[in-house]
């Protein structure tokens, strides 16, 4: 009698998410067909990434907590999937400690990674104005606005307003005039 | 709401930035991409826009505007310019930030053209990129009367006449010291400025954050509030009542400070210095603390209150400061009339402000001109 031999957790997941190489999922597709048990592995899988999708949609969310608790939720979800496993007519126990260990580690950073990546760009950064070595500069995200002195100038006085303003003053070398510079949010 | 749901898009996009960075290319910036705006009425115009260095870099999502251009401008009014202001603005920054500069302790004659320099750095988003990457608008110009034109929109009417004033104090003290003890007083006088200058105590470069200081489980248990300690000045239109700020690990925060007018004009304008003081005792120029509000109007004999939203790092030789002290003086005050008060020389010398303070835009002026030789300053002295 053949034994029919379940692709592993990792493979499940990987299909859910189309990751999977060309011949791989040609045999795990050809397995899904059969096994009633694997297809709702691989839709709870799909729900998962359905779930992390919208959640990351959402700004200003907490997401070291958020992979914290997918990552909890995935442990837990292959203990149930190891309770499940227990019932079918396997031959060998095939998902041993190690093996869940590594699939988990994986699985976390296929999560960490696409929170990463789907994380909203936008959000709001911090607006810094500063003096340095060759001007004063404010920054908000990835724009920049600063006036520069030849970065050989070497007596340069800097004032700062409390308002939210630095100036710096120095001889240019160019004209030979004392040069008063400021930069405000 | 932000929705990225095709990664293999984004990080396509991403190799894409990634290659355009590889192979970003610097693009001398044609004059053109600088538009100077002068008033037809304005006291001086534009002889000649050299971009020099100038030019652009598109990297990844970004371009980065490097200008380094040097305008010729002609006096074409009746009377000598003494200072001039200028905002140098990029319309696509959309964040509000304002750049200008000024060169104070001109004396451009009727008729006489003067070099300007202008160094800026500018980021900005490609998704935005038209029209002029930077425009150039005239602020103020200031003429030897301490007559004044241009919009100031950035105040740099009383900023220049600030500065004009602290140039004749500064002047005027050399002018003696020539007069009384000749060449030889004037010479130990600008030593003992360079000096002065050279062992000033300063704080590293400054950092401002917008609004108050963020608080962390760190700093919690180090926050307090400091308050003001005052340097009064006997002849101060103004003098400073009470104050405080928050220090919050290495940064200071939300300073506010009470004052009286205690002259017989309405006042519009006052601004607090702002200095520090370390475990060891010496003290720093931190900044300065202006009134907060743009229209006020502090009658004789009033007091107001002013506060501000901002947060600074303090650190010395790239260790955060510990502030032991604070202490505040009045540096500036402007009267409803537009006449303006710095503190004298006296007042400076009087006190700890003289080894404190950074030199004035003048002093600094005419001890280069020293480096040149005496006889350059004692010619500048001897100008009318």
């Known amino acids: ?185 | 709401m932000v929705k990225n749901k095709n990664t293999p898009i984004r990080l396509l996009g991403v190799g894409v930035l990634s290659a355009a960075a590889a192979f970003a290319q610097e693009t001398i910036l044609p004059s053109t991409a600088i538009k100077i705006n002068l008033p037809a009425d304005s006291p001086v115009v534009l002889l000649t826009l050299d971009p020099r260095d100038s030019r652009f870099t598109a990297r990844g999502a970004a371009i980065m505007v490097d200008l380094d251009a040097l305008l010729t401008l002609r006096n074409t009014g009746s009377s000598r310019i003494h200072g001039i202001t200028l905002r140098v603005v990029s319309q696509e920054v959309t964040m509000g930030g304002k750049a200008s500069m000024c060169i104070p302790r001109l004396n451009i004659g009727p008729g006489e053209s003067f070099p300007i320099h202008i160094v800026q750095h500018l980021v900005r988003p490609t998704a935005s990129a038209s029209g002029p990457l930077v425009e150039v608008s005239l602020d103020g110009v200031l003429f030897q009367d301490l007559s004044f034109y241009g919009p100031d929109q950035i105040h740099s009417r009383r900023d220049m006449i600030a500065w004009e004033m602290e140039a004749q104090r500064d002047r005027n003290y050399f002018k003696q010291v020539l007069a009384l003890g000749g060449r030889a007083r004037l010479q130990q006088a600008v030593l003992l400025e360079m000096a002065r200058i050279q062992d000033r105590p300063q704080l590293d470069r400054p950092v401002m954050l917008r609004g108050p200081a963020a608080t962390s489980a760190a700093t919690v248990a180090t926050e307090r509030s400091e308050r003001f300690a005052f340097v009064s000045f006997p002849d101060s239109p103004v003098e400073p009542v009470d104050g405080s700020a928050m220090v919050i690990g290495d940064q200071v925060s939300a300073p506010h400070v009470q004052v009286r007018n205690r002259s017989h004009v309405a006042v519009r304008h006052v601004e607090i210095g702002w200095l520090v003081k370390d475990q060891a005792g010496r003290q720093y120029l931190a900044a300065s603390v202006p009134s907060s509000q743009p229209d006020l109007q502090l009658a004789a004999g009033k007091t107001a209150i002013f506060a501000q939203d901002t947060s600074m790092k303090i650190s010395r030789k790239g260790q955060p400061l510990d502030i032991r002290g604070m202490t505040g003086f009045v540096s500036q005050v402007e009267f409803a009339d537009g006449k303006v008060w710095v503190p004298s020389r006296q007042n400076l010398d009087e006190t700890v402000l003289r080894s404190i303070l950074p030199p004035s835009a003048e002093m600094v002026r005419l001890i280069e001109l020293y480096r040149k030789g005496p006889d350059a300053l004692i010619a500048e002295l001897n100008k009318p």
């Open chain 1, 1 to 185: 009698m053949r034994v029919r031999q379940h692709p592993s957790e990792a493979a499940l997941a990987l299909h859910a998410g189309g990751d999977l190489g060309p011949i791989a999922r040609w045999r795990t597709g050809r397995h899904l067909k059969q096994c009633e048990t694997c297809q709702e592995e691989v839709a709870a899988f799909q729900g998962m990434r359905r779930m992390v999708s919208e959640l990351s949609a959402v700004p200003e969310l907490p997401w070291n907590r958020l992979a914290a608790e997918m990552q909890a939720n995935i442990r837990l979800g292959l203990a149930a999937g190891e309770c499940v496993r227990e019932e079918r007519p396997m031959v060998f126990a095939r998902f041993t400690g190690l093996r869940a260990a590594i699939a988990v580690a994986g699985l976390t950073v296929v999560v960490a990674v696409g929170l990463f990546l789907q994380k909203p760009s936008g959000t709001k950064d911090e607006m810094v104005l500063r003096a340095t070595a060759d001007g004063i500069q404010v920054s908000e995200g990835d724009q920049t606005l600063g006036m520069k002195h030849d970065a050989g100038i070497k007596n340069v006085s800097y004032s700062a307003n409390a308002q939210g303003s630095i100036g710096e003053s120095y001889v240019d070398p160019v004209t030979g005039d004392v040069t008063m510079t400021r930069v405000s949010w």
